[in-house]
């Protein structure tokens, strides 16, 4: 298991499924995947809608089928993260990237 | 249609596009130093406009709007990009041909902008901007085919190398003429579905039209390795802000020394032609000398607003966002208040505005909140003069310079209180979930040295302008309740006790004498509410007028004669706090569209300042600095 499990809520966690499908909010660096699923639902109290989450994601190029990999990780609680979403790179933070399901390529540790 | 017409009047062209697309280099390329900075009518987002002319002499009329992914507006800047395009802007009529700016090496987003754009029936033309890096990258892009995908004229373009703008500018006026492309404006706000579909089309059009590149870049990737690395990200963006102070302080001795003594020679040259008396001390002591005192902190001002410039245009500044984001979010501030916080540090005032990229409202007032407390660039001149008469000019550990580290520390005074500040703001009274970041890190470039000319000029001008309008008649009623009224016959003391400036510094000063201040100086925070710096040039006049034998000493000489270390060290406590600068207050009011918020503001920053500057006097008077 990698650290990053202990610091993620509850809901996140069961947010993690099997054949590799987990939250993005669970990717540790170097992971790599494909977006299988984005919604506006973090787990978490958001202050805009969820509704409106989804629609800012899928425009920054969170859309189901982009190709992901992350990049980097901040030095706090590994807080927040880069990713590629097929040519772009974006900083979000762990609590947003909860509404992003990637299937992530192979084992992850 | 009368084509003849249509050839003759001015065309409006709006430029729209992502963030980093470019874009604003493209405006400047095309417009040169034909451009005007206002604000849109009843809205203070800024509107950049300027003005070309065709080879076939028509007068075209650019707007460069508010970076956008989608024009489902979120933030006060995109409401306007929105409604500019769309033509809901009061008193703007709606542009007749769109130029969609693409970064060729990042179509995907933009080709979804562009499908929205074909839905409000504007003809646009699509300019794929930094064909030169796309190239070299060897990224292969079928462009006639993409025309006829997107429906729109396809021009690459180089904003930086000047290239393919005759054919942009020429496709552009094409289509005020020929309307082609454009039609009913069937645009409405997307849901998530009809996001998703776009963005399936986007993604069918890159497919069939782009070769991805042959040699992808892999500097960006190499350089993020560094610069975000963890714990070395944070020590490079702590280190190059050092760096930028340090720079701020030794960098602008010699152009100011310079302006500095022109600006004495003119003086002496002023009073050796006039006669001795009222006029010639209105001009020399007035005039010049508050002028002068001012304009001699523009170098240092530029070269804030270089490297600020510089850390933007490279891209860094998105990085430096990250970065800061926990830090930030622990005080409970937004990640994206970097930015307007750092651009807070040359001026409140534009940080202030640029708070309208953070849409939550409690997020956005902390943000307002607290800009003010950074280090803005009129305090430059207040903590140089008090630094330079009082910090001996040492070196400390073999390379670091004394008052460059007292600087520093004011600097850091100044963001630890804005971050204490707005924790407390954020425990208090508005407790609750932040704004998601969510930012683009876009590719590291090379900044385009003509860019950060145009920018750095615009900043100059924007300071000249407001040290002639503003900080000017200031000085002369400054003068004014200086010099008269006369002295009494008889009278011992200088000239200036028995002026209304006197008179009025001796009734703050009993308010002001607990934290060491005597009245020169609490006569300077009085026209230094109008901008900070002015309390500079008040100093410089009050000291220059009841200067007896009329020779003009360096103000900081006469300082650090005058004043007790306590004091100086107790004025510029005060002024790492104070409210001192009425724009500002201003601004909050048009910000926030409201008196309680600019209240809110003064009423805490006075209260800070006068207590720090209590502590600082006492500790230091403790210490034997009194």
Known sequence: MSDGLALVSSLDAALADTAGERSLSLASRGDRGVIVKVTGVTGADESVATDELERRLLEMGFVEGARIEVLHEGLFGRDPIAVRVDDTRVALRRREAGAVTVKFDGIQS | ?626
């Not at chain 2, 610069?227 to 152009?255: E, H, R």
């Not at chain 2, 006039?274 to 002028?291: E, K, N, R, T």
């Not at chain 2, 807070?344 to 849409?359: E, K, N, Q, W």
Request: hydrophobic fraction near 50%; aromatic fraction near 10%; charge should be neutral.
């Open chain 2, 1 to 626: 249609m009368n084509t003849e017409a249509a050839t003759l009047s001015p065309a409006r062209i709006a430029l729209v596009g992502n963030p980093n697309s470019g874009k604003t280099a493209l405006f400047n390329a095309l417009t040169g130093s034909r451009q005007k900075v206002a604000n849109y009518a009843g809205v203070t987002v800024e509107r950049k406009e300027g003005v070309l002319t065709t080879p076939g002499g028509r007068t075209l009329r650019l707007l460069d709007l508010p970076g956008t992914y989608s024009l489902r507006a979120r933030s006060p800047d995109e409401v306007v990009t929105r409604d500019a395009i769309l033509g809901r802007l009061a008193g703007e009529a709606a542009p007749d041909v769109l130029i969609c700016v693409a970064d060729a090496t990042n179509l995907r987003l933009v080709l979804r902008l562009a499908l929205e754009l074909k839905q409000v029936g504007r003809p646009f033309v699509l300019a794929l901007n930094m064909f030169d890096i796309a190239q070299r990258q060897g990224l292969r892009i079928d462009l006639d085919l993409l025309a006829r995908e997107v429906g729109a004229p396809i021009v690459t373009t180089v904003a930086t190398r000047k290239r393919g703008l005759d054919e942009l500018i020429a496709k552009a006026e094409m289509l005020t003429v020929t309307h082609s492309g454009g039609g009913a404006n069937v645009w409405r706000e997307p849901d998530a579905a009809e996001i998703r579909s776009a963005h399936a089309e986007a993604q069918r059009i890159f497919r069939v039209c782009v070769k991805p590149p042959e040699r992808p870049d892999t500097i960006t990737g190499k350089i993020d390795d560094v610069l975000l690395n963890p714990a070395a990200g944070l020590l490079i963006l702590a280190t190059l802000l050092f760096v930028m102070f340090q720079a701020v302080f030794t960098w602008a001795t010699p152009a100011m020394d310079l302006i500095d003594g022109g600006f004495a020679a003119l003086a002496g040259w002023v009073g050796a032609y006039l006669p001795q008396g009222l006029l010639g001390s209105f001009i020399a002591d007035g005039l010049i000398a508050g002028v002068g005192s001012v304009l001699v902190f523009l170098p240092q001002i530029l070269i804030l607003f270089f490297f600020i410039l510089l850390l933007e245009d490279s891209g860094y500044m998105a990085r430096a966002a990250f970065l800061m984001d926990k830090i930030m979010g622990g005080a409970g501030l937004h990640g994206r208040a970097f930015i307007p916080l750092l651009s807070s540090f040359a001026c409140a005032i534009p940080g202030i505005m640029s708070t309208r990229v953070i849409d939550n409202r409690h997020d956005r007032l902390t943000t307002i909140l607290v800009a003010p407390l950074m280090t803005c660039s009129a305090r430059i001149p207040v903590y140089t003069l008090i630094i330079g008469a009082f910090i001996p000019q040492t070196t400390v550990w073999g390379f670091l310079s004394l008052q460059g580290l007292v600087m520093f520390g004011l600097y850091a005074s100044g963001i630890v209180s804005a971050l204490l500040v707005s924790f407390v703001i954020r425990k208090l009274f508005w407790r609750g979930t932040v704004e998601p970041f969510m930012m683009e890190l876009p590719t590291y470039r090379w900044p385009e040295p003509r860019n950060v000319l145009l920018n750095l000029w615009a900043r100059a001008k924007i300071f000249i302008t407001r040290a002639g309008k503003i900080i000017l008649p200031l000085m002369v009623l400054i003068w004014v309740l200086a010099t008269f009224p006369y002295p009494p016959e008889g009278a011992t003391g200088p000239a200036i006790d028995y002026s209304f400036a006197g008179i009025l510094g001796g009734w703050i000063e009993p308010l002001l004498r607990p934290i060491g201040f005597n009245w020169q100086m609490s006569i300077a925070l009085i026209p230094g509410m109008a901008a900070r710096e002015v309390a500079v040039a008040t100093l410089g006049t009050v000291y220059a007028v009841s200067d007896p034998d009329g020779t003009a000493t360096a103000l900081s000489a006469t300082l650090s004669s005058q004043w007790s270390l306590a004091s100086a060290l107790s004025f510029l406590a005060w002024y790492v706090f104070a409210p001192q600068c009425a724009p500002t207050l201003a601004v909050v009011k048009r910000e926030t569209n409201s008196w309680l918020w600019p209240t809110v503001m003064f009423v805490y920053m006075v209260a800070l300042a006068y207590l720090a500057a209590f502590a600082t006097y006492h500790i230091a008077v403790a210490m034997g600095a009194g």
